[in-house]
């Protein structure tokens, strides 16, 4: 039997438009444009925004890069769609993976894309331009050579150039819409740094950094979502590694400090673009470029973990080479990956436990069960943990509380007062205002002023020396373990030292 078959290639001009919604953002679409000036060892890359025109009809964005460059035969390949097989093996350090981004990524933002490369100082130039084929369908998949008449101009970048490349996208469309105004540009511009300060801030951060990358001539200053250089950083993991068939992968799981441990510009810088909560979670990388910034990757016992307040202080680095993208699924955006099965239960345990220590750091502000010298600390609430749920109860041995109820003539009545305060404790509305208040409530004494702390402190200490009969050492030494005590070392150590002066 003879098998029948039909040619059916896909209509240029149409398929080039459906590929426009696949769902870049502007941020997401220049990051795919510097992985190719990455790839191509670039050293320095520009990218410029340009406002032309009284409604910003004519307005251009470029990349500039002073990589290796291409020559005829390279660039047109570069400007074919699907030229590269994903399937094939790709060098350790390229970045690319279906051979579309350089296409789907410009074209997702424009109408006209160019791009201009010089190698070995010869200068090469192709085009695509998706209204000269909507005039006539039937042309097929034809790229022009040269610029657009009338942008000839804008090629002069690469003059006196031996090496580098030039992608411009003109006829912003997907970008400048009909009400734009010039500073929704600004606003794009800042958004964009942002993204790529984000995912490329392995390649331009360090002591030497890989390339450096400017927008409108302003340096981007890596974002480092994990704090590893700052003094208060509260925990990181050691890196692990799992043989995963596709490569090694490593993670690395990260608790950052408490917001009070920091200052105003580093608790907005920490943050991130899109904010505390969402960039808890995995960072993916693959070879240094980072992928997916936050979320769960659908992990969880049961049904997925989904962003929390108290989770947002953990975030977890995970590093693939290239040859796993199949296994994770990476798509063509580079922008989301989902971990294969038999690496879930490892990726799993890893953030159950930073998940852990960041609810602890949330909660309580720092580590909260220890004190000076590693000393464990007296906390005044307990957890039970029922069948039915968890119940707050106050620790009737913690020091003080034992004090008052030691020093009371009534101590029954003391504690069927802890009792009603225990049973009345306002727990709907302390979750309903950390919800809205995107932070636990104040306590530790946060925001008292010091003479408001010493006065509680001296009350105690004078009961411990006069009433129990403590020495003052043992008092002090008590106080400094005591919940809330123990962060007010100085205060503590200053306690009856007056007096014992007065005496002298």
């Known amino acids: 039997m003879t098998l029948k078959t039909r040619n059916a290639p896909p209509r240029a001009g ?58 005829d035969a390279e660039l047109e390949s570069a400007m074919t769609l699907g030229d590269k097989n994903p399937l094939d093996t790709r060098a350790s350090c390229d970045l690319g993976r279906f051979g579309m981004g350089l296409k789907t990524a410009s074209l997702s933002q424009c109408r006209r894309l160019t791009v201009a490369t010089v190698k070995h100082g010869v200068q090469s130039c192709l085009r695509w331009d998706l209204d000269a084929l909507a005039v006539d369908p039937s042309v097929g998949w034809i790229m022009h050579e040269g610029p657009a008449e009338g942008s000839e101009a804008l090629l002069k970048a690469l003059d006196g150039k031996t090496h580098g490349t030039l992608v411009i996208w003109e006829i912003l469309d997907r970008i400048v819409t009909a009400t734009y105004q010039s500073k929704h540009f600004v606003l794009l511009y800042q958004e ?11 390649f331009i951060g360090g002591e030497a950094p890989r390339f450096r990358l400017a927008i409108n001539g302003n340096e981007v200053t890596p974002w480092d979502p994990f704090m590893e250089d700052h003094p208060s950083k509260t925990w990181s993991s050691p890196v692990a590694t799992l043989e995963s068939g596709a490569g090694i992968i490593s993670a690395e799981a990260h608790v950052l400090p408490h917001k009070d441990m920091l200052t105003e510009p580093e608790l907005k810088a920490a943050e ?4 505390w909560n969402a960039q808890q979670g995995f960072y993916i990388y693959r070879n240094k470029r980072l992928l997916v910034a936050g979320g769960w990757l659908g992990l969880g016992q049961g049904k997925g973990w989904t962003r929390e307040e108290f989770h947002r202080l953990a975030r977890i680095r995970v590093d693939l080479p290239n040859t796993a993208d199949a296994d994770w699924k990476i798509d ?32 309580f502000r720092s580590a909260p069960t220890v004190g000076p010298r590693g000393a464990v600390v007296d906390q005044a609430w307990r957890v039970e943990h029922l069948t039915r749920g968890v119940r707050y109860k106050i620790d009737l041995s913690h020091p003080i509380v ?32 950390t919800a809205e208040n995107k932070d636990v409530p104040r306590a530790g004494f946060a925001g008292d002023p010091p003479e408001a702390v010493v006065e509680v402190l001296t009350s105690v200490f004078d009961d411990m020396v006069g009433r129990q009969g403590m020495a003052p050492e043992a008092a002090r030494a ?20 007056n007096a014992a002066e007065s005496k002298e």
């Open 272 to 275: 991130g673009p899109e904010g």
């Open 402 to 433: 034992a004090a008052v109820i030691g020093a009371s003539d009534n101590p029954g009545l003391v504690k069927a007062m802890l009792r009603v305060i225990e049973e009345t404790m306002p727990i709907q509305r302390i979750w309903l205002d």
């Open 14 to 71: 149409a398929m080039l438009e459906s590929l426009r919604g696949l769902g870049y953002t502007t941020a997401t679409a220049l990051a795919d444009i510097v992985d190719n000036s990455v790839s191509a060892g670039a050293t320095k890359i520009d990218i410029q925004f340009e406002w032309v025109g009284e409604r910003g009809a004519e307005s251009r964005i470029f990349v500039l890069d002073d990589g290796r460059g291409m020559d």
């Open 332 to 363: 063509i955006r580079k922008s989301t990956a989902r971990p294969p099965v038999h690496l879930r239960l490892w990726l799993t345990r890893i953030a159950e436990d930073a998940r852990t220590r960041a609810r602890k750091v949330f909660a």
């Open 192 to 202: 964009v740094r942002a993204h790529l300060a984000m995912v490329f801030h392995r």
């Open 478 to 497: 008590s106080l400094a373990r005591t919940e809330p005590f123990q962060n007010y070392a100085s205060f503590i150590e200053a306690l009856g030292v």
